[in-house]
């Protein structure tokens, strides 16, 4: 069975960090692209970012361009999201979602971030 | 940045009868290799979205075959033949050809 598990979500200040972590089991994970998205309260879906197989390639929304980083360790199943200079509107369900051609084929239960003072 | 369409935001249906959810994108979604990435998720309250439908037509497995998608280009339809109980949440649809992937504002629907 397919499991995507992402921890690391919290309360954190404007400008603070937060790293997300999504632990994989169930396929080979070092074969898909991978992605995160997101889910402000109450609003619509956002993509985040998405990397290949072995992280050569990486694309991110403007809102997060040199902010958020993405990255994988396929020896241990898991996807990142390192997030730096947060901001309010950075608050959100951040899903980890397990890519099957440019199609959101998997997604995980979602961690909540919160950036508030 | 591709912006999705849908209509209508809020689709009130009576259980056993059909409904449709419209989706247009602002260009075309037609891909380089000749695929069009366009995919339909469900969002029931409470719940992480799930892939209904990928590639304009194709079922993810498990899908109950009353769900059914449709379109070409920048139109694209899902239709539900016979709304059960457990069809009430929000439904998207997501393009996957032009970055950033984009989805729509989402239409719920819900039982009358």
């Known amino acids: 069975e397919v499991q995507l598990v992402e921890s690391g979500g919290g309360l954190v200040q404007p400008g603070g960090s937060l790293k997300l972590s999504c632990a994989a089991s169930g396929f080979t994970f070092s074969t898909y692209w991978m992605s995160w998205v997101r889910q402000a309260p109450g609003r619509g879906l956002e993509w985040v970012a998405y990397?290949?197989?072995?992280?050569?390639?990486?694309n991110y929304v403007d809102s997060v361009k040199g902010r958020f980083t993405i990255s994988r360790d396929n020896a241990k199943n898991s996807l990142y999201l390192q997030m730096n200079s947060l901001r309010a509107e950075d608050t959100a369900v951040y899903y980890c979602v397990r890519e099957s051609g440019r199609s959101g084929g998997y997604w995980g239960q979602g961690t909540l971030v919160t950036v508030s003072s | 940045d591709v912006v999705m369409t849908q209509s209508p935001l809020s689709l009130p249906v009576t259980l056993g009868q059909p409904a449709s959810i419209s989706c247009r994108s602002s260009q075309s979604l037609v891909y380089s290799d000749g695929n069009t990435y366009l995919n339909w998720f469900q969002q029931r309250p409470g719940q992480s979205p799930r892939r209904l439908i990928y590639?304009?037509?194709n079922r993810d497995s498990g899908v109950p075959d009353r769900f059914s998608g449709s379109g070409s280009g920048t139109d694209f339809t899902l239709k539900i033949s016979r709304v059960e109980a457990e069809d009430v949440g929000v439904y998207y649809c997501m393009q996957g050809t032009h970055w950033p992937w984009t989805f729509g504002q989402g239409t719920k629907v819900e039982i009358k």
């Open positions: 990397m290949n197989q072995d992280g050569s390639e990486k």
């Open positions: 590639r304009v037509s």
